[in-house]
């Protein structure tokens, strides 16, 4: 009943290698797996053909990826929180939906003091947990994944394991993951990307370097160094801390695959990294999805990276895409903007946002509307125009917040991030000369804006997690000023 993973046909090679040195083989997680089902199945009482839910606090440790790999090899659904997670939003969740069994790291122990012991993983303690009244799961239901800006809400997407199969081939095939690659976890667990990095290397029989350091910290780089890394895989938020700091000017000679997916990253960072990338000898990689098409929707192959610039490149293989307009008709001219539908078979069953819905089954039958807006050029390869909802009306002239973020960026090179409503647009950006610039430059391009326009400062934009802008909370600031 597994998802994906053959672990014996990879036997010694190492799938999991420490920051501490220590090595997991394929043959490891083999015996693992094996032990953590007989483990399971002395402690607990239910029907051995009944998964339950397994709630994992994760942390980028030995315990929790070999943890989630052999768990979720075995056939039991698993939803993956961060261990960042306060107490109490953890506990929410957990009564949301009754997971029969808890996996999380050894000090946190403690907080769970009634619930019995199944076995060690390491750094990680496997728990039975005391519901007695668990929700029935679909017998399809793979993972449960937050949406980008839920991190402590109870809306999760469903994705089957059928989903997860499909998505982690397209990535293996897409990033030419090979047994001898190695991967470093400089995403989190709980992240759809994170995730599905995860399941295609160990479906190709590649080694994760597992640390949990971040890109920031120098022993991230050292270990990645001395591990002879091959491939990097990050969200925009990554790759703008990086730039920040100037590390992608040193040549790095074991990494020949560098993969971006999560956001839309900058045009002017897509530029740099495609020309670091070429000039060399290595692979960029820009992928855009969503977690509920199981992370992968389009990719750009790297030998584009510079001729398309700002493209998210074409639908993923497998896949197919088409553009509707308002009124739900094809567009099918090039370089015309409508919401992007995608059709394939990593989209989800469907939402979940209480424990009753863990039965439901396939809702969305291969497809989803996105609510992203995008335009098509002459090839056939996507660009991204912004979203189906962030459009404002100024003086009786429909707006795209979006579109004036990226005027802002491409003429007067400056991040900024634009909210509103129908009577008043608001510009956030981070210092008082931009400020300056801002409010001189949107008057003579957007006359609706005359009259209706603040420019407002703050620190840093807010973000969640995942390195998205929090526009809830920037709408909420401009209210108040």
């Known amino acids: 009943m597994g998802v994906f993973w053959n672990f014996e046909s990879f036997g010694d090679s190492p799938a999991l290698i420490a920051d501490t040195g220590v090595t997991v083989t394929y043959r490891d997680l083999t015996a693992l797996s094996a032990e953590t089902e007989a483990a399971i199945r002395r402690c607990v009482d239910w029907d051995a053909v009944d998964k339950p839910l397994v709630m994992l606090i994760c942390r980028n440790t030995m315990g929790a990826l070999s943890g989630y790999a052999v768990l979720a090899d075995s056939g039991y659904p698993v939803l993956p929180v961060s261990a960042e997670l306060a107490s109490g939003m953890r506990r929410e969740l957990m009564n949301a939906y009754r997971p029969g069994l808890l996996l999380l790291p050894e000090e946190m122990r403690g907080e769970y003091p009634a619930m019995g012991e199944v076995c060690c993983l390491r750094d990680y303690v496997l728990l039975k947990t005391n519901y007695m009244d668990r929700f029935p799961i679909h017998p399809d239901l793979g993972l449960l994944i937050t949406t980008s800006g839920s991190t402590g809400s109870a809306k999760f997407v469903r994705q089957s394991r059928e989903n997860l199969r499909f998505n982690a081939a397209v990535l293996a095939d897409i990033l030419h993951i090979t047994p001898a690659d190695r991967t470093i976890t400089a995403l989190p667990l709980q992240y759809t990307y994170g995730q599905s990095v995860l399941h295609a290397n160990l479906r190709s029989g590649a080694a994760m370097v597992v640390t949990k350091s971040g890109v920031m910290d120098p022993e991230f780089w050292d270990l990645f160094e001395a591990e002879n890394v091959t491939c990097f895989h990050g969200v925009p938020n990554t790759y703008e801390m990086l730039h920040h700091i100037g590390l992608f000017e040193e040549e790095f000679p074991s990494l020949r695959t560098l993969s971006q997916a999560g956001g839309k990253l900058s045009r002017e960072l897509q530029e740099y990294y495609a020309r670091y990338a070429a000039e060399n000898g290595k692979r960029f990689i820009i992928m855009y999805g969503q977690s ?13 990276a510079l001729r398309k610039p700002g493209s998210v490149g074409r639908v993923v293989p497998g896949g197919s895409i088409r553009l509707i307009d308002g009124a739900g008709n094809p567009v099918e001219n090039p370089r015309v903007r409508g919401e992007l539908v995608y059709r394939g078979p990593n989209v989800a069953m469907g939402y979940a946002q209480r424990g009753e ?6 809702e ?3 497809e989803i509307r996105t609510g992203d807006l995008a335009e098509a050029d002459e090839d056939g390869y996507l660009t991204i ?7 404002i009306k100024l003086a009786g002239h429909r707006v795209s917040l979006d579109e004036i973020d990226s005027m802002i960026m491409d003429e007067l090179n400056i991040p900024s991030v634009s909210v509103g409503t129908d009577d008043c647009l608001t510009v956030f950006v981070t210092g008082e000369q931009e400020k300056e610039m801002v409010a001189a430059f949107i008057p003579r391009v957007l006359s609706a804006a005359r009259g209706s326009l603040r420019v407002l400062t ?23 000023n």
Request: charged share 35%.
């Open 357 to 362: 819905d863990l039965n439901k089954a396939d």
């Open 458 to 480: 703050v620190p840093a934009f807010p973000k969640n997690e995942g390195g998205k802008i929090l526009y809830s909370e920037l709408q909420e600031t401009a209210e108040k």
């Open 364 to 366: 969305w039958h291969d």
């Open 385 to 391: 125009t912004g979203r189906l909802k962030r459009f």
């Open 292 to 304: 509920e098409a199981t992370a992968a929707i389009s990719w750009l192959p790297p030998e584009d």
